[in-house]
């Protein structure tokens, strides 16, 4: 076989894994493939609803635009270009260290500069992929009401995920360079987390120090935003021309991206191989050393206590994951502590944040402690019935809720007692009802495959967060319109009903 | 308890999967008794040790381990018994001497017993100078080690063992080995899947053969051989025209 040839087959192979890994993430097991293809084409095209209500009103611009409205739709492709990176960074680690075919790879006779610049070719494409996907139903929108011209935006996302992709391949391959292979797995999990969050966040701490509101439209649209941008014909407005439809720019975002790509795929790619190696021997090193002296007392139920609380402290990937929840937790909490001095209608917006977070969290960690359970034939072989092992773990759920949102909730009754009293409610029931689905769908599985739990059922992905949406809905009316909160209570209730009704619902 | 009791008694233990995994299936072995149990792959016995070990709930039968029935009085049996399955399963976050804390605490084992017969155990496997290391770095044998020694660290009377040699090398395979005969002679059962023949053939005090889900032969190694009609033949041998005659028959 050619040079040439060898490398259009590994790309093909690159492309294959990339399409079933990616068509397993979103459909399941094979048997409910074609229920849930289907699915998902009537949910791509429910989106387009939600789409028009959110972008359908800036279909009508047109360059030249005022500077507001410039910063605007910068802002949101800067947002869409942080999250690729942070997915990007994501798939990079993942080459390095989950791949299983790297000794195979690296044990064949092909030379491995070419191997690894398809396969940084691959995350770009599928990065991309992800990326064209979720912007269809707001493009398509922007088409339908605002015309051709608009396509152009398909473009603008195919450059940003080029760029993306290079960045997160420098920022991956520098983080190995600087901290090494063991400490950057860590750090890059956190940084993917943290990332496309952060840009909202930061917006968000901004507004709420600025101008005393949770809205991040109130710094772009500010003076202080617009006296800082540069003039109009700066190259930071491309994306924004290009999206608009000046063709000459879109060919000059997309030739950059490109250019990038290439200059870190023939910087990086010869470096790969030896990234590689570094991961794949710093894994058989000693593991970290955990000293304690004597053995605890107590019963079966703090063994199982003790044993998920040293496991979630220990698990890096939560880590990162709870401090994604606890970052978008800072907005409500400066908007509290603003709140001390003045008098803003906007802390009511603190409550639904707060519950929504928590019954999002008490997913993940209910996932982790119920179905997650890496030794499964110890704990199933332990002489203690199962009616005394799963209220062990759930408690272990509870306890890290109440850890994390007790304070919060303290400070806010110093602000308002009644409004502390619906946010602990709410978190409680969004706790409750967050753990009980993952209890009923519980599905045994290796802690590792967190990342990839939604895929276990689809079904209680989406009752877990409708249920953790309508709670915080619910917090949110009992203190603006208290009828209404009943019936968006019912309505979650109901939710969580139906959710049980058709679980598989095991003794 | 009574002196003559079987450490495992099963009668007519059955299981359906797709097709019938464990047929009508009775099975004794006696206290102090080291049992190898050997058949082909999908022969039935890590099923059946799974039923045992209370990990699947059969659709027919009994079993009775030490005298106690294991599927009326589930956390009783349990009390008394420890498995170790061919792939060990363990906690990459805890330290080895952290995992054995959390077995003895999840049989209620007091710290002043349970802490000084983990730190020998883990030494007498070769693994004291790893005692506060993390077990995400060791190797398939070690997580093996580790695993054998959280069965053995409540002093289980019943010891049921699904491949436990896969994977370990020369060294480990014998600590491991020692390990089990010396809680045989100290009274303890020992049962045992394998597919090496010959650890079957030195240790084990009866063999017993499973096909299709059911026995097809038992006995000691010298029982077996005066069964097939020749002394010299090996247990290789007796095993291959076991299960060819077994195949033939389905």
Not at chain 1, 117 to 133: D, E, N, P
Not at chain 1, 174 to 198: E, M, S
Request: proline content about 4%; some cysteine; aromatic content about 6%.
């Amino acid at each position: 076989m050619s040079s040439a040839a060898a490398l259009s087959w590994f790309a093909r192979h690159e492309i294959r894994l990339a399409w079933r890994e990616w068509l397993a993430l979103m459909t399941g097991s094979r048997r409910r493939r074609n229920r849930a293809m289907i699915g998902l084409i009537a949910f791509a095209a429910l989106m387009h609803l939600p789409a028009y209500a959110v972008i359908g009103r800036f279909a009508d611009l047109k360059t030249p635009l005022d500077q507001s409205s410039l910063i605007i739709l910068s802002a949101t492709i800067f947002l869409a270009w942080a999250l690729m990176l942070s997915q990007a960074i994501e798939s990079v680690t993942r080459v390095f260290y989950a791949r299983a075919d790297l000794d195979l790879i690296m044990s064949s006779p092909v030379r491995l500069t070419n191997i690894f610049s398809i396969r940084i070719a691959a995350i770009a494409m599928s990065v991309t992929a992800m990326a064209l996907l979720l912007s269809t139903p707001f493009v398509d929108v922007l088409v339908i009401a605002g015309g051709a011209r608009w396509l152009a935006a398909f473009g603008v996302v195919v450059a940003v995920g080029l760029s993306a992709t290079a960045v997160a391949i420098a920022v991956t391959i520098a983080l190995f360079r600087l901290i090494g292979p063991v400490r950057t797995r860590l750090v890059a999990q956190i940084l993917a987390a943290v990332i496309g969050a952060g840009f909202v966040i930061a917006l968000q701490v901004a507004a709420i120090l600025s101008y005393g509101t949770l809205s991040r439209f109130a710094v772009l649209t500010s003076d202080t935003a617009a006296a800082f941008a540069p003039g109009p014909d700066s190259m930071v407005w491309w994306p924004a021309r290009a999206a608009l439809g000046d063709t000459e720019v879109l060919l000059l975002l997309l030739a950059g991206g490109l250019v990038l790509l290439g200059a870190v795929m023939a910087m990086f790619s010869p470096r790969f191989a030896d990234t590689a190696v570094s991961v794949s021997s710093s894994v058989t090193t000693a593991g970290r050393i955990s000293r304690r002296r004597t053995f605890r007392m107590g019963s079966r139920q703090q063994a199982l206590r003790w044993k998920e609380f040293v496991l979630l402290r220990r698990d890096p990937w939560l880590v990162s994951q709870s401090l994604m929840q606890l970052l978008y937790l800072v907005p409500p909490a400066l908007l509290l502590w603003r709140s001390f001095s003045d008098s803003s209608t906007a802390i009511v917006l603190v409550a639904p944040v707060i519950v929504m977070a928590a019954g999002q969290l008490a997913g993940g960690l209910a996932w982790l402690t119920i179905s997650g359970e890496d030794a499964p034939d110890l704990v199933e072989t332990a002489p203690m019935p199962r009616a005394q092992a799963r209220p062990a773990k759930i408690e272990v759920v509870l306890i890290a809720i109440g850890i994390v949102f007790a304070p919060l909730v303290m400070a806010l009754a110093l602000v308002s007692l009644i409004q502390a009293a619906i946010t602990a409610l709410g978190v409680v029931v969004a706790t409750v009802s967050a753990t009980a689905t993952q209890l009923w769908f519980r599905v045994q599985a290796s802690r590792s495959q967190f990342r990839r739990r939604q895929t276990s059922s689809r079904l209680a992905t989406f009752a877990e967060a409708f249920s953790s949406i309508g709670w915080a809905a619910t917090a949110a009316l009992a203190l603006a319109i208290p009828l209404a909160a009943l019936v968006s209570g019912a309505i979650t209730a109901a939710i969580l009903a139906a959710t049980w009704k058709i679980s598989p619902r095991r003794d | 308890m009574k002196p003559n009791e079987s450490a495992l008694q099963v009668r007519g233990l059955t299981k359906r999967f797709d097709r019938p995994a464990v047929d009508a299936l009775d099975l004794t072995v006696r206290i102090g008794e080291f049992y190898a149990l050997l058949g082909p792959n999908g022969a039935g016995k890590t099923t059946t040790l799974r039923m045992v070990a209370g990990l699947l709930r059969p659709d027919a039968g009994s079993i009775a381990i030490l005298g106690v029935d294991a599927l009326r009085d589930p956390v009783a049996a349990k009390q008394v018994m420890a498995w170790v399955s061919d792939e060990p399963m363990i906690y990459d976050k805890l330290t080895p001497l952290e995992y054995l804390e959390f077995v003895a605490g999840l049989w209620g084992i007091d710290p002043a017993v349970s802490q000084p017969s983990a730190q020998g155990l883990l030494a007498s496997l070769g693994l004291e100078p790893h005692l506060h290391e993390r077990c995400e770095g060791f190797s398939k044998g070690m997580r093996q080690k580790v695993a054998l020694a959280g069965a053995l660290v409540h002093d289980p009377r019943l010891i049921i063992l699904d491949e436990p040699l896969t994977g370990l090398d020369a060294l480990s395979a014998r600590h491991v080995k020692g390990l089990l005969q010396e809680r045989v002679h100290s009274g303890c059962t020992v049962i045992m899947t394998t597919h090496i023949l010959e650890v079957a053939e030195r240790m084990a005090d009866r063999i017993g053969v499973i096909a299709s889900g059911r026995l097809v032969a038992e006995g000691t190694l010298g029982e077996l051989r005066r069964r097939n009609g020749r002394d010299d033949t090996s247990l290789e041998e007796m095993f291959i025209a076991l299960v060819d005659a077994e195949t033939v028959a389905a």
